[in-house]
């Protein structure tokens, strides 16, 4: 695989194509974090990209992005300040200075706001990040799963007031955090599992900003079928070709929850898919036959463009394609199961890998 | 004005029985505040009642209590280990050794808790607080008026979860304090406005805790008549002696809103008196007319002990004497008024000092 070493005008829409992707509906609108990103370029010059082999060991790498409901940051853009205010606290409360950004999580705006806050403090970020995807709570990062503490962590608004959390565990950070961006008026600017270079190796999915560039790629170079040459390049099964003929959805609690309807045209006519969505798409149902299910991801296409639609933007009358395909096999091991597969957003169903449901139907 | 230097099974329940009259209603329940004091002191001796002329000048000053809604408060308790987590962390913060704890507000359990918690960590309770009664909200102290910055500010839960804020100013400390407060399950203990004993003598009611146990002496001294000895003592208009014929009050938001109706009874039959209550007493009414209204302290007693009744006690049916008496001069400047006047709270009544408002009826 390519890596990138730089990020710039050149290849952020194609970030931001692949992050919208990987963000499996949630993360934060995609083009919210592009302009951010495009703005910021233009005035400190294009974002570092560094491999963590090429970082110190000891040095402090701070994962962050922002946290709340998705269906808020397409009004809320926040002032570009919330990087420079994380890393100065995440620096006095560790007494060590940041030598990276890091995303959180690759999914939606959160795979690129991190860049953005990186180049106004002259710190590369790095290629890797803590999901592989994009996940609705805090402490389903794969820091968790490596025994990575969450805290101290720190959120902060474009007011500039900085909250410091020393919850006693990753759900109490979460739950802290949660409400105080629904304070902030529904999002706030977060960092949370600071970690040194040398953990962050064996603690993050690795190359997931290369990883999505090359997924935006795809798109803008397929000069015919976009979808078919996305689906070949994630390996991905098509659940269903059709149209979204019902969006239930509610903000709630600092969440996107609700579940939508696409009904198959074409070749898949006479078929119902039904997506059951917290901030991001976990399941996929047709009738009771499950079809995929998370830490796997489920993404929603439009079915011309082959462009993720994000989960707030979701409407009656989208011709879309959903897809799915497998996530890091760090989410399939019995510690990645425990903190983000199904029983942990309160499903029944047991996990399956989804090419085994799609060999099956 | 005798003054208390020490805090004693001998004179607590005399201290919760004036914070009780001086939380107009709220300030959370004074028995679990005198519960508290008297299992500290059983565990670690004596509080010892420091006057502020006797303080070291720059030794610093940690004003404390209890946020949250006052209904939660009679089910939770706390550990008593909150107090020791806020100093230290204070001290952390300031870089300052904290010499004196002091009471927020002297109104209800948050006038005795903090003397429970000075004495586990080896301090006193200065007689001194920032209120010179209760009131609802964080920044509606003293302080405020006085300039004293109310961050960093710090609270913590009986689980050992830790939350610090740089709030951008005490409105945004209170928004802030209150949603975690919520979701530590309604109640947090919390320090903010942290000064020097240099600033607390001028930014401070004064020898509050001595003034508490007066009030609290009066009622355990009085041998008939005990609701004719307070009165006299606070030199109070008594408003009505009735029935609580209504009392409507939810929690909301880290509040209690509601009001309260009392009907008199013998020569005040034929009256009704209605109290708008947010967490405290703020305003009482007599069909349009108004009897007595925030910062002036309204306080509902039981007609026959004298004995408070908080907000979350109010009953159907009990007999009760609703007193008046005025406020602190502070809270009757203009900054005073800014802060906690009538149109602090959403109300459009003038204030009228209660002295004048009685000699008017």
């Given at each position: 695989?390519?890596?990138?070493?730089?990020?710039?005008?050149?290849?952020?829409?194609?970030?931001?194509?692949?992050?919208?992707?990987l963000?499996?509906?949630g993360?934060?609108d995609?083009?919210?974090?592009?302009?951010?990103?495009?703005q910021?370029?233009?005035?400190?010059?294009?974002?570092?990209?560094?491999d963590?082999?090429?970082?110190?060991?000891?040095?402090?790498?701070?994962?962050?992005?922002?946290?709340?409901?998705?269906?808020?940051?397409?009004?809320?853009?926040?002032?570009?300040?919330?990087?420079?205010?994380?890393?100065?606290?995440?620096?006095a409360?560790?007494?060590?200075?940041?030598?990276a950004?890091?995303s959180?999580?690759?999914?939606?705006s959160?795979?690129?706001l991190?860049?953005?806050?990186?180049?106004?403090?002259?710190?590369?970020?790095?290629?890797?990040?803590?999901?592989?995807?994009?996940?609705?709570?805090?402490?389903?990062?794969?820091?968790?799963?490596a025994?990575?503490?969450p805290?101290?962590?720190?959120?902060?608004?474009?007011?500039?007031?900085?909250?410091?959390f020393?919850?006693?565990?990753?759900?109490?950070t979460?739950?802290?955090?949660?409400?105080?961006?629904?304070?902030?008026?529904?999002?706030?600017?977060?960092?949370?599992?600071?970690?040194?270079?040398?953990?962050?190796?064996?603690?993050?999915?690795?190359?997931?900003?290369?990883?999505?560039?090359?997924?935006?790629?795809?798109?803008?170079e397929?000069?015919?079928?976009?979808?078919?040459a996305?689906?070949?390049?994630?390996?991905?099964?098509?659940?269903?070709?059709?149209?979204?003929?019902?969006?239930e959805?509610?903000?709630?609690?600092?969440?996107?929850?609700?579940?939508?309807?696409?009904?198959?045209?074409?070749?898949?006519?006479?078929?119902?898919?039904?997506?059951?969505?917290?901030?991001?798409?976990?399941v996929?149902?047709?009738?009771?036959?499950?079809?995929?299910?998370?830490?796997?991801?489920?993404?929603?296409?439009?079915?011309?463009?082959?462009?993720?639609?994000?989960?707030?933007?979701?409407?009656?009358?989208?011709?879309?394609?959903?897809?799915?395909?497998?996530?890091?096999?760090?989410?399939?091991t019995?510690?990645?199961?425990?903190?983000?597969?199904?029983?942990?957003?309160?499903?029944?169903?047991?996990?399956?890998?989804?090419?085994?449901?799609?060999?099956?139907?």
């Amino acid at each position: 695989m390519e890596r990138v070493t730089q990020l710039d005008a050149s290849n952020l829409p194609a970030l931001a194509r692949g992050c919208a992707i990987l963000g499996t509906g949630g993360g934060g609108d995609p083009d919210v974090g592009l302009l951010m990103a495009l703005q910021a370029i233009e005035e400190f010059g294009p974002v570092t990209v560094a491999d963590l082999d090429d970082l110190p060991d000891d040095g402090l790498v701070m994962p962050c992005g922002m946290v709340g409901a998705p269906t808020v940051g397409i009004e809320k853009l926040g002032n570009g300040e919330e990087g420079v205010r994380l890393r100065d606290r995440v620096e006095a409360l560790f007494g060590n200075p940041v030598v990276a950004l890091m995303s959180g999580e690759i999914g939606g705006s959160n795979g690129i706001l991190p860049a953005s806050w990186a180049v106004r403090v002259g710190l590369p970020v790095v290629d890797a990040d803590g999901m592989g995807r994009a996940f609705p709570e805090i402490p389903m990062m794969t820091m968790e799963i490596a025994g990575i503490a969450p805290n101290p962590s720190v959120m902060t608004d474009e007011r500039g007031n900085v909250v410091t959390f020393d919850a006693v565990d990753g759900k109490w950070t979460e739950r802290l955090e949660r409400v105080v961006s629904a304070e902030f008026g529904g999002k706030g600017a977060s960092a949370e599992y600071m970690l040194t270079v040398a953990e962050a190796r064996a603690a993050t999915v690795r190359n997931t900003i290369s990883l999505a560039v090359r997924i935006g790629r795809v798109l803008e170079e397929a000069e015919t079928e976009p979808l078919d040459a996305l689906v070949a390049e994630l390996d991905a099964a098509v659940l269903i070709r059709g149209k979204v003929v019902d969006v239930e959805r509610r903000t709630t609690g600092g969440f996107v929850r609700g579940s939508a309807s696409i009904e198959g045209l074409g070749e898949d006519a006479g078929r119902t898919l039904v997506l059951e969505i917290q901030n991001e798409n976990l399941v996929a149902l047709e009738g009771a036959e499950l079809r995929a299910i998370v830490p796997d991801l489920i993404s929603v296409l439009d079915v011309e463009s082959a462009e993720a639609i994000t989960t707030e933007r979701l409407r009656y009358g989208q011709r879309v394609a959903v897809i799915a395909y497998p996530c890091d096999p760090i989410w399939r091991t019995p510690g990645g199961l425990q903190l983000a597969g199904p029983s942990a957003f309160g499903y029944d169903y047991p996990y399956v890998p989804v090419e085994e449901l799609h060999a099956r139907a």
